[in-house]
């Protein structure tokens, strides 16, 4: 690849890095220990799933459309503190 050109991406790659930044800027609003807990979630989420196939589109749409309905719910006024839960190991 020559110098100073970046890779093309996708319109569905490009919602995902628009999401992810949205994400942290989310987290960056919110009150210290609740943006350092945000920010871990985000990442563990992210993280878990690497792994999709990129020509999924249904999978990653479905992700993308519940982190979204996630982020509005955190960025909502009625919002007052941040609990994650973990699930249970097997």
Do not use: C, W
């Not at 020559?2 to 800027?25: A, C, D, E, K, M």
């Not at 920010?39 to 990653?60: G, H």
């Amino acid at each position: 690849m020559p110098v100073g050109r970046t890779p093309r991406v996708s319109g569905l790659q490009r919602q995902v890095l628009h999401f992810y930044r949205n994400v942290i800027r989310t987290a960056r609003e919110a009150r210290p220990a609740e943006s350092q807990q945000i920010l871990q979630f985000a990442r563990a989420e992210f993280e878990r799933y690497r792994e999709v196939d990129r020509k999924n589109y249904q999978l990653i749409e479905h992700l993308l459309r519940k982190g979204t309905k996630q982020l509005n719910l955190l960025q909502s006024t009625e919002v007052i503190g941040v609990q994650l839960h973990r699930a249970a190991a097997s």
